[in-house]
């Protein structure tokens, strides 16, 4: 029998500077419609994190996990970090300075980061492996941090990001407030480039993100979209002998209002009240939804009960977690 994996504490951090979305200059500078769109999302503040680098975020967020697990970084067996997509130096290790600033000396240390807001989903995956198939493993701690990689944070035509980060241990004996039940993670790499930074010989303060063609995101991607999640969850559900009205509101990545009510009515569930609730308040966060979502209904959720996570990503990625409440 496998290993059983519980999740928790999850720690949030976020950086004290909030920004109303309605006084970003940027937004001055954008075409008349963009503009509209960007202050439509159902975004009203984000945090901005000024100086402070993708790592320093990160590690606010796991001593924090740390603390709240009553548990010093040299208890780790292992430590994964969800990379951002524009890291500090090239050929320089993020999880390893992470590792370094913590002092979890030693732990086995690797990150994931290449399916964008899915890599969190990856990276559950992966930790669950090592405690359910590595005896001396018991202990994985998983972070992950968001930091906006350009100048602007409006990324049109799906979402406005802020600044934050966010840790979860997982572990085979607890402390723990879910069990991690299972979870399917697909992609498909003909989407890898549709959302790009082109940085070789470009300063950093000139990179922009650009969606190389938003048809292909908004109809073509959305449609697919629809037959993954339409393919993945009923077979999640299936093979743990779960009923589909077992599941309450689903959890998902918080990119805009409009992507709440295209997939309520895509998938016909509900989407919890909490994911709007921190798409209003701090923005689209990257991988770190999830755990943010995850964390602020944890309160909503009886003993025995499932929460079902699905993420999606434009590179394009897609997954579905079922979690139960402990």
């Known amino acids: 029998m496998s290993e059983r994996v519980l999740l928790g504490p999850v720690a949030t951090w976020f950086p004290d500077t909030t920004a109303e979305v309605a006084t970003l200059a940027e937004l001055d500078a ?36 740390l603390d709240e697990a009553g548990l010093a970084a040299t208890d780790l067996d292992a430590l994964v970090l969800v990379t951002g997509r524009a890291p500090q130096y090239l050929l320089a290790s993020e999880a390893t300075r992470l590792q370094h600033r913590l002092g979890a000396s030693r732990a086995f240390t690797t990150a994931a980061g ?51 980060a966010a840790a979860v241990l997982m572990t085979t004996s607890g402390p723990g407030r879910w069990e991690f039940v299972d979870q399917i993670v697909r992609s498909e790499g003909k989407y890898a480039d549709l959302f790009r930074i082109d940085y070789r010989d470009v300063g950093s303060q ?40 077992q599941v309450g509101p689903m959890l998902m990545q918080n990119l ?17 009240k909490a994911c709007r609730s921190n798409l209003a308040a701090y923005g689209h966060l990257g991988s770190m939804d999830m755990l943010l979502n995850l964390e602020s209904v ?20 897609w997954s579905a977690g079922l979690l139960r409440r402990i």
């Open 206 to 245: 000139d990179w922009i993100e650009a969606c190389a063609d938003e048809a292909t995101y908004s109809f073509r991607l959305a449609v697919e979209s629809k037959k993954r999640f339409d393919a993945i969850i009923p077979e999640l559900l299936r093979r743990n002998g779960i009923r589909d009205d």
């Open 30 to 65: 954008l075409p008349a419609n963009r503009r509209e769109h960007a202050l439509a999302l159902g975004i009203d503040t984000v945090r901005t994190a000024d100086t402070m680098a993708e790592v320093d975020l990160a590690a606010e967020a796991a001593l924090r996990a």
């Open 298 to 317: 944890a309160a909503t959720r009886a003993s025995g009960e499932y929460a079902l996570l699905l993420n999606s990503s434009p590179v394009a990625a």
């Open 114 to 164: 290449d399916l964008g807001c899915v890599s969190v989903s990856a990276a559950m995956t992966l930790a669950a492996s090592l405690l359910r198939g590595d005896p001396h493993c018991r202990t994985v701690l998983l972070v992950t941090a968001a930091k906006t990689p350009t100048r602007t944070r409006y990324r049109a035509p799906m979402t406005l990001l802020g600044d934050g």
């Open 256 to 272: 805009s209002a409009g992507a709440f009510a295209f997939w309520e009515e895509a998938l016909d569930r509900p989407v919890d």
